[in-house]
T-cell receptor
Framework: GAGVSQSPSNKVTEKGKDVELRCDPI?????LYWYRQSLGQGLEFLIY????????KSGLPSDRFSAERTGGSVSTLTIQRTQQEDSAVYLC?????????????FGPGTRLTVL | AQSVTQPDIHITVSEGASLELRCNYS??????LFWYVQSPGQGLQLLLK??????LVQGIKGFEAEFKRSQSSFNLRKPSVHWSDAAEYFC??????????FGAGTRLTVKP
């Protein structure tokens, strides 16, 4: 079946612009996770959703970052007023379990470049 | 702050040789522990995880990891490495549901 998909695969934007990154999890997966990977910071966990709710948003790097999930399916990560340090690959994963107990399946990522 | 350390940035082993990748987590309550692998054409994949119970955990692709509380370690092992195991390996610890920390990664090169 279909895996986790992310769009766009690549995004180049100018500093100060807003961007939206989309994640389509595997159908039926209740948990959804966002990460980012950059040369400077390595792999970082951003946020996870159980259903439509995110129990804790403290992993988001700044208040310019927000995420939502609707209908227990698609999730959008929005970055406002992008900065060059936001350049990274943003990874999404989904899991059939709750919390961290299930196996996560990762999407291919969105490569964000902020000029 | 909690942290995860992977002391080896790069390891080279011969095909067929055994492998051990080291991972240490910062001392405190035992976190949930994970190993991930990232290959250029495959993306990120969960190899195995430890929550509690048996300290020797079996994963996919013939990997296993052993949790040692006394050493705050969760080392990844494989008895015989295959060329397809060449990749970047990440250890991670989840301390409090939303506090998920990753190590810097160990790049594995496999010699023929």
């Amino acid at each position: 079946g279909a895996g986790v998909s992310q769009s766009p695969s690549n995004k180049v934007t100018e500093k100060g612009k807003d961007v939206e990154l989309r994640c389509d999890p595997i159908s039926g997966h209740t948990a959804l996770y966002w990460y980012r990977q950059s040369l400077g910071q390595g792999l970082e966990f951003l946020i996870y959703f159980q259903g439509n709710s995110a129990p804790d948003k403290s992993g988001l790097p700044s208040d310019r970052f927000s995420a939502e999930r609707t209908g227990g399916s698609v999730s959008t990560l929005t970055i406002q007023r992008t900065q060059q340090e936001d350049s990274a690959v943003y990874l999404c994963a989904s899991s059939p379990g709750s919390g961290w107990g299930g196996t996560q399946y990762f999407g291919p990522g969105t490569r964000l470049t902020v000029l | 702050a909690q942290s995860v350390t992977q002391p080896d940035i790069h390891i080279t082993v011969s095909e067929g040789a055994s492998l051990e990748l080291r991972c240490n987590y910062s001392y405190g309550a035992t976190p949930y522990l994970f190993w991930y692998v990232q290959s250029p054409g495959q993306g990120l994949q969960l190899l195995l995880k430890y929550f509690s119970g048996d300290t020797l955990v079996q994963g996919i692709k013939g990997f296993e990891a052993e949790f040692k509380r006394s050493q705050s370690s969760f080392n990844l092992r494989k008895p015989s490495v295959h060329w397809s195991d060449a990749a970047e390996y990440f250890c991670a610890a989840n301390y409090n549901n939303n506090d998920m920390r990753f190590g810097a990664g160990t790049r594995l090169t496999v010699k023929p």
